[in-house]
Structure formats: C-alpha cells, structure tokens
C-alpha cells in the first residue's frame, strides 16, 4: 500500500455535495422560473476556468459531468486539454483569444473555439484545413464591454468572410455583460438590446439556427430576458451568489479553508505583533500563529482587518500577514497549538464569507477564491448530494 502523504495543515476542503448540489438548486430555479412563464429553461454551461476557481479543474469538472453537465468552459486550450486528460467527455468550450495560441489541441482534444477576432477566425479555419476537418465554433459578439468579440454594429464587414470559411461551423451566438453584477446598472439592457440586433443582423448574413447565449451568474439571476438556450454560471456553482442577488436561491459555499494553530503566546501591553510591528497591544493578549500566508494567497489586506475563527469564535488577524503565517489574537478563547482554524468557511455557528472578506480589503469574492495558492492542497470531502431533480 502506498503510504499516506502528508497534507499541510492548511488545506482548501472541496465539498463536491455541495457543488452537486448548487448545479442542481440552479437547474431548480431554471426550471421554475421558465415553467412559470411557459418556455423552455435554457441549458447550463458550467464555468470551470481558472482552475474552477481555485477549487481544482479535474475533479470539479468530472463532478459536473457526473451530476449531468452537458457542456463545460474553460479559459484556454491548455485548460480544455487538461480538462480532457482528467476524463471530461461532454464538449468545452473555450472562451479565450486564440490567435496567439497553439491551436493544434483544439482538434487533438475536441475543444470548441471562441471566434472572437478575425485573427481568430482565419487562424482556426487555417488550422482546421490542415488537420482536414470542420470545426464546431463559437461567436463572440461586442456589445459594450470592449473586451473581446466582435464589434455589435459593424457585424456585415467582419461576419461574410467566416460564414465563408468551409471549415468553420458556427453553433452559437454569444456575449458578455460588463455591469450585470451591478444590480441598479441599466447598461445590461443595452447590451441585452444590442445582442439582439446582432442576431438579427446575423439571420440577415445567413447564420440562422445557432443557439444563443449571454448570462454570467448575476444576469442569470437578474434577468430572465438574458436566459435564451443556454446560461454560463461561475461563481454559483462554488456557492456564492453576487451580492444584492443572494435571496433568489439558497446555495452551499463550496471551499472551506482551514488550518491550525501552530503556536500560541502571551503578550504584554506595548508589544507588537509581526513585520512593521503593525500591531500593538493595549493590555495583555493571547496571539495564536496560524500557518498560512500570502505564499497560500491570502491577501495582505487581511491585516488588523478580518478574523478567523477558533473554537467556534472570531480571532481577528493581528498584525500583517507574513509569507507563511498570520497571527491572530485568541485572547480568552482556551486556544491550543492542533486546534482547527478556518479561514474561510462555518465553523460552529460562526462563519467567514468569502464575500465579506472580499469587501473588507477592497476585492471581490472571484479574486479571493482564485488566489487560493497552489501550494494549498485540495482535499475533497464527497458528501451525499441532497435530494433533488433527476439531474
Ligand atoms: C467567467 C465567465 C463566466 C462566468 O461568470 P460568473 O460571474 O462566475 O458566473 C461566464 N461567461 C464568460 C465569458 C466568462 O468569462
């Protein structure tokens, strides 16, 4: 038997149950709403970039497709290639510019393109002649946000020559919404309006038949006008539903992040704690050292500003936040070196909100997750998914 490797005591605990169960409570509330106004709900492409958002790409993606995920996305080829060698079989999606990529792993590993640049578009085409076949795609229209796609109103120029390429096949339309998290921005509708028009445009270029789609996690739940044939949720899947949007569907966070105390100390009034001494005691504390530190992506901003919590209660972090510790003051709490920290997630009846956090050093809960250091082991903990849709 091989022998256990030893897991550092701070770890992100991955509850794939409570994955499972946000893709289904998102599929619930497709369904009711789209059967409330009598249309077809749209189709789910789950989100898996950025390393899941930090929560492990392979095992988050083979999670999806076992609870019924019928199409995934990824940033880049090299993440769809991953995505494939971990044993994805439904298709993905890739939302990146490709036209400084390697484009060969899209036809080696069955990934479907974003044609989001004419660059793009001749260099897929190119690619696909060589490798003698026709290649499913994707367009990305611009519709405000100036990042990547092509342009909403200039679509007769650009459009004819890809609908002329003979190995490219378009099988959907789509777009991205700059402000959808912004709940009172009415520039959602603009965009909404101009992909509209595009898509009429579009019939009138001789692309008829392609699916359609726009929604990131905030439309979806913002607006059902965004929905079309399919949704592409983030961040709903990891648990975290954009703040101002949280009361639409009850959603299980997904990484809790956890340590140990390490070390703990007295110290006395006038001592300070850590580099730059940036805290200083006003009486006498208890200080507990918890291993993790920005080498583990914690955000230096976490100084004198969030907590932790031990025993069931909230430590707050003391002093800046080193490479490899952080310091927080236990004082009062019967704290010893071996107990459980969690840093993000519940503890008792306690819990750190990866969104508070967020907002108490300037960020958002996206960049949080995303920076959980690859030094930090995932570790899944398969919980029974609770009873839901045949999903
Ligand atoms: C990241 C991304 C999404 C998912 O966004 P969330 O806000 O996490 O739901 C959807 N579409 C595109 C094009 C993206 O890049």
Sequence with gaps: MEEAIAVRPTCAHVDLGALEANFRAIHRYLDERASATRVAPPSVIAVVKA??????ARRVALALQDAGARVLACADIEEGVALREAGVEVPI??????SVSDLDGLFSHALTPTLSTPAAAKAVEAAAVRHRRRVKCQLKI????????????????????????????????????????????????VQRARF????????????????????????????????????????????????????RLALQPVMTLRSRVVAVKGIRTGDGVGYGLRFVASSPREIGVVPAGYADGLDTRLANRSAVLVKG??????????????MVDVTGLGVSPGDEVVIIGTQGAEAIDVRDMASAVG??????LCRVGAR????YDQETPTAGTDR
Excluded: K
Aim: some cysteine; charged content about 20%; proline content about 5%.
């Design 93 to 98: 999606l890739v939302f990146g510019a490709l």
């Design 196 to 247: 509209e028009a595009a898509l009429v445009d579009l019939q009138a270029l001789g692309l008829s038949a392609a699916a359609r789609h726009a929604a990131n996690s905030a439309a979806l739940l913002r607006d059902e006008r965004t929905w079309y044939e399919f949704v592409r949720p983030g961040l709903l899947l990891y648990g975290i539903a954009p703040p101002g949007l949280d009361d």
């Design 51 to 56: 390393n899941a958002y930090g929560h492990g």
């Design 376 to 379: 930090i082991e995932r570790v």
């Design 142 to 189: 611009d519709t405000g946000m100036h990042r990547l796609g092509f342009r909403h109103d200039n679509l007769a120029r650009t459009i004819p020559s890809i609908l002329s390429s003979p190995h490219l096949a378009i099988e959907a339309v789509y777009t991205h919404f700059a402000t959808a998290d912004d709940v009172d921005d009415a520039f959602l509708d």
């Design 313 to 326: 209660r909230r430590a707050p972090v003391v002093g800046s936040v080193c490479m490899d510790m952080l």
């Design 363 to 368: 960020t958002i809960p996206y960049e949080l």
